[in-house]
T-cell receptor, first 112, second 114 residues
Framework: QQQVKQSPQSLIVQKGGISIINCAYE??????FPWYQQFPGKGPALLIAIRPDVSEKKEGRFTISFNKSAKQFSLHIMDSQPGDSATYFCAASMGGRRALTFGSGTRLQVQP | DAGVIQSPRHEVTEMGQEVTLRCKPI?????LFWYRQTMMRGLELLIYFNNNVPIDDSGMPEDRFSAKMPNASFSTLKIQPSEPRDSAVYFCASIQGSSTGELFFGEGSRLTVL
């Protein structure tokens, strides 16, 4: 019930391309869906987040698409840059339980 | 603000030794989380505190692990005795307020148990 499934495990994209990472969840009580970005040797940092009352949220080159009926959400990185090379985690939490349940992570490599 | 501060950043110890990891959350944040990151299991929640009170410790692997938060500005995660399978990066994170929102993570403590 707490699981968040993430794919793909790794992704290689050419500079300027679109990176797409997908996540699916099971627990319909989840009401907050963030994406975290982690660089080697650092802790995860919030990239962008969405709540289920909207289907899309865009911040710069980063967009979350959310499909409540399918219980899926995805991260799109437009015009991917080598500096975007990192590990990306989707996550979910619910109500008063603010602890995040994380997906397994996607290692993104953007080639110059 | 200095962010979430963790120490030590790196720890190498031998099996059977006691390990204590430390965390200072961001001032004013009232919830604190300990996560463990490994290649095999990803980011796992170990325990979290709200207003210094442990709310959910169901992720603590076994009795060898214990966590305390004696005050709003300090928490410890202790492993006694340590085992090689405890080797991982341990992250502390904190959050402000009572609703869901951004967790701020420290830079982690990399533990190697030989």
């Amino acid at each position: 019930q707490q699981q968040v499934k993430q794919s793909p495990q790794s992704l290689i994209v050419q500079k300027g391309g679109i990176s797409i990472i997908n996540c699916a969840y099971e627990n319909t009580a989840f009401d907050y869906f963030p994406w975290y970005q982690q660089f080697p040797g650092k802790g995860p940092a919030l990239l962008i987040a969405i709540r289920p009352d909207v289907s899309e949220k865009k911040e710069g080159r980063f967009t979350i698409s959310f499909n409540k009926s399918a219980k899926q959400f995805s991260l799109h990185i437009m015009d991917s840059q080598p500096g975007d090379s990192a590990t990306y985690f989707c996550a979910a939490s619910m109500g008063g339980r603010r602890a995040l349940t994380f997906g397994s992570g996607t290692r993104l490599q953007v080639q110059p | 603000d200095a962010g979430v501060i963790q120490s030590p950043r790196h720890e190498v110890t031998e099996m059977g030794q006691e390990v204590t990891l430390r965390c200072k959350p961001i001032s004013g944040h009232n919830s604190l989380f300990w996560y463990r990151q490994t290649m095999m299991r990803g980011l796992e929640l170990l325990i979290y505190f709200n207003n210094n009170v442990p709310i959910d410790d169901s992720g603590m692997p076994e009795d060898r692990f214990s966590a305390k938060m004696p005050n709003a500005s300090f928490s410890t995660l202790k492993i006694q005795p340590s085992e090689p399978r405890d080797s991982a990066v341990y992250f502390c994170a904190s959050i402000q307020g009572s609703s869901t929102g951004e967790l701020f993570f420290g830079e982690g403590s990399r533990l190697t148990v030989l």
